[in-house]
């Protein structure tokens, strides 16, 4: 690569679903390259070169590097790479056999990469690319202003101990992760909710993502229909939790990026009983939590599910979570799928009519955003 790494044209906006992948074993790139195809936008090179040309136009979340690359090996790239000010904080993931142990102690003392030993399993892989991306994206939480920070380092470690309590089969500590909403409370209420939204773009872990956002907008939304004090803390805890089931979800359902089978569907909807029942295991919990999470997918006319709960079977709280949960599925951006704007997901949703969302509460949604936001802040 040598001098070929220098970026002429300065630092590029990242793509935030794009992953390059560098092998000279045609082998290893085709096989990565079609088994990380559901997860990410694979970019493949076999050689520096081309690397070094994608480089210049824009930067991946991450790049995968093989040892294997002609014509001075996966390491000398790597090398150049972490000199190059440009491409410094790249996030990378080193792939080496594991007889080779000079290269791997030596990508190991480079910052920002994880070494793997080949042969390595699949799901290893996508652990490192994730922790590689989400470090690079939390590491930037730190220079954010208070309470934004503290809201999503606190809404980020309680939505990942929730994952450990139900691989544990253990109940969820409501205080605990009532307490780690009041800083996205706080930011909602002292307008500040747009640095919530821009501080996880990028971020790998997309339920985490989606997640975030319902609680902020449900919180925004009960803020600007007057909502106060522990009702507001329903909203925000009832976002973060709404999805929990999805945990139990197998990933090739739940990032499959074409249409769902019928069989495959009636496992994702499974999610929402699921969030339930590790939901009504937890002492203290409000009421209100769980309307969120069981009554997001239901709709006015009795079509929804899981219940097929119809008109004034449905209250408030389920009616605006319905509305967030759409909006925020519409524009959420995805490895298959750019994020719509707000535009658009209005107008798709205003369609939907009134047997799907309550009319009075998508207008009243519809100026909130007018007033609050730009398309640019809720990608």
Not at 179 to 207: I, M, T, W
Request: hydrophobic letters at 40%.
């Amino acid at each position: 690569m040598g001098s070929d790494l220098v970026d002429k044209s300065g630092l590029k906006s990242a793509n935030k679903n794009d992953i390059f992948i560098v092998s000279g074993n045609a082998k290893h790139l085709k096989d990565i390259s079609q088994a990380l195809i559901s997860f990410y936008v694979v970019h493949a090179f076999q050689d520096a070169g081309k690397l070094s040309e994608a480089l210049h136009h824009s930067h991946p979340a991450a790049i995968i590097l093989d040892e294997e690359l002609s014509p001075h090996g996966g390491l000398t790239v790597l090398q150049q790479l972490r000199r190059t000010e440009s491409f410094s904080l790249i996030p990378v993931v080193f792939t080496a056999h594991q007889g080779n142990l000079e290269q791997i102690g030596a990508s190991n003392a480079l910052p920002l990469v994880r070494t793997l030993v080949k042969p390595y399993r699949f799901s290893a892989l996508l652990k490192a690319i994730s922790d590689q991306v989400n470090a690079h994206v939390e590491a930037q939480w730190k220079m954010m202003k208070e309470p934004q920070r503290a809201a999503l380092e606190n809404t980020l470690s309680s939505f990942n101990s929730v994952a450990d309590l139900i691989a544990e089969g253990k109940e969820l500590p409501y205080a605990d992760i009532q307490q780690s909403c009041e800083p996205l409370v706080a930011a909602v209420q002292s307008g500040n909710f747009k640095a919530l939204l821009q501080g996880v773009r990028g971020h790998d872990n997309y339920s985490y993502v989606h997640s975030l956002r319902v609680a902020t907008f449900l919180s925004l939304f009960g803020d600007h229909l007057g909502v106060k004090g522990n009702d507001m803390s329903i909203l925000a805890t009832g976002g973060v939790l709404h999805d929990v089931g999805k945990m139990m979800i197998p990933h090739q359902v739940l990032n499959k990026p074409g249409k769902l089978e019928p069989d495959e569907l009636v496992v994702m909807r499974s999610h929402v009983t699921q969030t339930i029942d590790f939901l009504e295991n937890t002492p203290g919990l409000p009421r209100g939590v769980t309307i969120i999470a069981g009554q997001h997918h239901e709709k006015l006319d009795g079509t929804g599910y899981p219940y097929g709960l119809k008109g004034k079977e449905l209250n408030e709280l389920a009616r605006m979570a319905a509305i967030i949960d759409v909006f925020s599925a519409l524009t959420d951006r995805r490895c298959y799928k750019d994020p719509m704007s707000p535009v658009q997901a209005m107008e798709i949703m205003e369609k939907m009519g009134p047997g799907h969302l309550d009319q009075h509460f998508l207008l009243s949604f519809k100026e909130l955003l007018l007033d609050a936001t730009s398309e640019s802040d809720i990608h």
